[in-house]
């Protein structure tokens, strides 16, 4: 039987599938494609043999990446056929349609007027305007008590290691205005919890020249603290992702000491060597880092900092690497992700000399994450004996599963709570008991 339906008023709306691979960017782009679809009338299939349509979308930054996501566009054509591919691998068709010549379209990042033209040309929409309800927030593929807010696209930095600039171009803040109504909004369908994201979170509003707009009784910029200021004032927990260290990002941690804005600050420092920080053409790096975070955490005390690295740069020597496990045990940071490096087709650090073997790569990452393991412990022990508000996640059989301010969802650890009547969503005070290197236990009060 053919999955193509025809265009008649008495037929039901025809059904697409999505999936979504790689980065809580990605994520918020496929909401914004989900919920103009559902605008339309179409259904949302959670299979692809019960879809007209599949959509993909990828992930290009790593060649792991795009292994993963060839495989997930070739699962889709084996099961369904009908395949249109979007997101950062479609900037490079031919990459995917040399490997898959059978899908029916390919649309680069952010192209959602081209992913509903080829979703229109596969299945034509069936729309019924007394049915077609979409929520006023749109469609959220997270839970609901949390959403991830997008504040920019692109990125003006040029990192030797990162291709992103030339899958999803320079950056192009969005209008604060548009930023603080999607917030209320958010608020307004019951979030508890607003993860900011973008490129450079820190950059926000540089290439509008931070462009001035009314919102109900002030003027406010286009730029990151007014962003913080405004969205601390929703009376929901608000989390920093992606903040490049900039000096002006000083700012915002006296907001976060006054409860305003989650004192948790996602900082990508990737390295600590000089020299390794050179040749990745990191930016915003002084040589006062480590002097600015032990500011930082004077300022507001109960400060959790996250960051990844990356180990196996070319050119990485060990006196680079040990630097930076000196500079871990330093900085004594909460929450941290270690990545080996992996050479992406386009990126300026291919053409670095002094590549780090395979082996020595892994026997680094073990080293890095046995070293910040014991940080992660050590820190997580002193929570012991505290009550720290928790949002709840999940509940089970045996308690319920949460996270306290220093924790993201699906990336830091969790806490896992004993206590009753609790819902998902619900923030409640609970003391901890226990600690492990990653996790707490405690008990909701």
């Not at 591919?85 to 899908?103: N, Q, R």
């Not at 593929?141 to 030797?160: D, M, Q, V």
């Not at 940071?333 to 300026?348: I, S, T």
């Not at 830091?412 to 004993?418: H, K, L």
Request: hydrophobic fraction near 35%; aromatic fraction near 8%; include cysteine.
């Amino acid at each position: 039987m053919s999955l193509k339906k025809k265009n008649t008023k008495n037929e039901a709306a025809p059904t697409v599938g999505l999936v979504s691979l790689g980065c809580p960017k990605a994520l918020v782009d496929s909401e914004r494609i989900l919920t103009q679809l559902r605008s339309e009338g179409y259904q949302l299939s959670p299979n692809y043999e019960g879809a007209d349509v599949v959509i993909v979308n990828t992930c290009g930054f790593l060649d792991s990446a795009k292994k993963e996501s060839l495989d997930a566009i070739g699962e889709a054509l084996d099961v369904n056929g009908r395949v249109i591919v979007t997101g950062c691998m479609g900037a490079e068709p031919e990459s995917i349609t040399k490997v898959h010549p059978k899908v029916m379209a390919v649309t680069g990042p952010q192209q959602y007027e081209e992913v509903m033209k080829a979703v229109h040309s596969a299945a034509p929409p069936v729309h019924d305007p007394y049915v077609d309800l979409v929520p006023e927030q749109g469609i959220k593929l997270t839970p609901r008590h949390y959403a991830y807010l997008k504040i920019s696209e692109g990125c003006n930095n040029r990192c030797s290691f990162c291709i992103i600039p030339s899958l999803r171009g320079d950056l192009v803040s969005r209008p604060v205005i548009q930023v603080l109504a999607e917030a209320e909004r958010l608020v307004k369908a019951g979030v508890k919890e607003i993860l900011v994201i973008s490129q450079d979170t820190s950059a926000y509003g540089i290439d509008s020249k931070y462009q001035t707009y009314p919102w109900k009784n002030r003027t406010v910029r286009t730029k990151f603290i007014d962003l913080c200021n405004e969205l601390g004032e929703l009376g929901v927990w608000v989390r920093l992702h992606y903040v490049y260290p900039y000096p002006h990002v000083d700012e915002v941690f006296p907001l976060m000491n006054e409860g305003k804005i989650l004192p948790y600050i996602d900082i990508p420092f990737q390295h600590a060597s000089p020299n390794v920080l050179k040749n990745m053409r990191r930016p915003a790096h002084q040589e006062k880092t480590l002097e600015r975070i032990h500011g930082w955490r004077k300022t507001c005390p109960d400060l959790a900092i996250r960051s990844t690295f990356i180990v196996g740069f070319p050119g990485e020597t060990e006196d680079d690497f040990k630097f930076m496990l000196d500079w871990l045990e330093e900085a004594q940071l909460d929450r941290v992700g270690c990545f080996k490096y992996e050479p992406v087709e386009g990126a300026k650090a291919n053409e670095l000399e002094g590549a780090v073997s395979e082996e020595m790569k892994e026997e680094r990452w073990h080293r890095f994450m046995q070293t910040q393991q014991k940080i992660s412990a050590s820190r997580l022990k002193q929570k012991v004996g505290r009550t720290i508000p928790v949002i709840i996640d999940d509940m089970g059989e045996k308690g319920y599963v949460g996270r306290s301010s220093a924790d993201a969802p699906e990336i830091d650890g969790n806490v896992y709570i004993t206590g009753k009547g609790l819902k998902q969503g619900d923030i409640v005070p609970v003391k901890i008991t226990k600690s492990d290197e990653y996790d707490l236990f405690g008990k909701a009060s």
